[in-house]
């Protein structure tokens, strides 16, 4: 018994404690959800010309030799970024190689009986003249692909103003929300700006245009189109 007696007392008060925590629970305030909460969204859209060219020269060998077929497209590049590189300027025309492709041809009996391969040099930056007249002087290679986007910078100017129209889209559309629901105002309890959106390019120079123009017709003609930039901006707000 006097083993037992100290066991029992400690162990009452946690059953007493345990039984205790489900009435203090059901004493407590019931939680509610939030009143007058409205969810809205709004977006900023800038259109801006493109100022960065993306050119690819590209060009194809065949023969029987896996040797020789590379051989021949390693020379068509070579040449292509010697005469490139003498004009090559950081941001303004930038020169690199592009895919560079090497596959065996097969006979109707399964044998390979010869190789065939491409390669090519990619011009790109925003000195569009600069670019078309090393396109046109290069004769080892010719235009397979004319492509327009948004140079850095100019994406970082733009992105600002687009979210800037849609932080100011979504603050009228609050207020005026808010008045339409008779509140006097309202104020922020969360907000998302998401953006810069997908590009809307519209080129006026599409890349099977450029493909009729060899590298001999100096300079290549290309012209920029305008793409647009969009910023979202969503949350809730207190109607008060």
């Known amino acids: ?82 005469a490139a590189r003498t004009q090559a300027q950081p941001g303004d025309l930038d020169v690199r190689t592009g895919n560079f492709s090497l596959s065996p041809r097969y006979s109707r009996e399964g044998k390979i009986n010869g190789w065939q391969g491409s390669a090519e040099v990619v011009l790109e930056g925003r000195d569009f003249p600069r670019i078309t007249q090393v396109a046109g002087r290069i004769d080892s290679l010719t235009v397979a692909n004319v492509g327009f986007s948004l140079s850095r910078e100019q994406t970082r100017k733009v992105e600002a103003e687009a979210q800037a129209r849609a932080i100011e889209s979504f603050r009228q559309k609050a207020a005026a929300l808010a008045q339409n629901f008779g509140f006097s105002g309202y104020t922020l309890r969360q907000v998302s700006v998401n953006g810069p959106q997908d590009f809307t390019a519209r080129p006026r120079m599409m890349a099977a245009e450029a493909m009729a123009f060899k590298a001999d017709a100096a300079p290549v003609p290309v012209e920029a189109g305008k793409t647009t930039v969009t910023v979202n901006v969503s949350g809730s707000v207190q109607l008060k």
């Open 1 to 82: 018994m006097t083993i037992l007696r100290p066991l029992l007392r400690v162990a009452a008060p946690v059953a007493f404690a345990a039984l205790s925590l489900p009435v203090l629970a059901q004493e407590g305030p019931m939680w509610s959800p939030p009143q007058n909460v409205l969810q809205l969204s709004a977006s900023g859209s800038v259109d801006v010309q493109q100022d960065m060219l993306t050119m690819t020269l590209s060009t194809t060998r065949d023969g029987t030799s896996a040797a020789a077929v590379q051989g021949q497209l390693k020379a068509a590049v070579d040449a292509a970024l010697a």
